[in-house]
């Protein structure tokens, strides 16, 4: 059915499909100051629309709306048609908190009162 719509029509069409995709989209790539949408994400990488976006390398922070949830090395990304994709060396879920550097025991107090003094 595509061949037979005309040319300005079809490029229409494709720029609405990308429209609706970086809407529908709720997770994104922060680079310095810069936040571009990520249309699919996967394990090993994820994919931009390569319009807007430009060669990505180095440490990026990715984002689920204003949850922060990676923080990611790149090193890799080229054009698969109108999409860029990104591959990570390294993706590190992000934390809210330093990790521990001793084990906790399960059961271990919270605090510990001091009741000698009155």
């Given at each position: 059915?595509?061949?037979?719509l005309p040319k300005d029509v079809l490029e229409g069409l494709r720029a609405a499909q990308k429209k609706a995709e970086r809407k529908r989209s709720r997770r994104s790539v922060h680079v310095d100051d810069d936040v571009y949408p990520i249309l699919t994400f996967t394990e090993d990488?994820?994919?931009l629309d390569a319009e807007h976006a430009p060669r990505l390398r180095g440490l990026v922070d990715i984002y689920e709306g204003p949850r922060h949830?990676?923080?990611a090395l790149i090193v890799a990304s080229d054009m698969q048609?109108?999409?860029m994709r990104?591959?990570?060396k390294r993706n590190t879920p992000a934390s809210d908190h330093a990790p521990l550097d001793f084990y906790?025991?399960?059961d271990a107090p919270i605090a510990l009162l001091d009741w000698s003094k009155p």
């Open positions: 059915m595509t061949e037979y990488g994820f994919t949830l990676y923080q048609g109108d999409a990104c591959e990570f906790r025991e399960q």
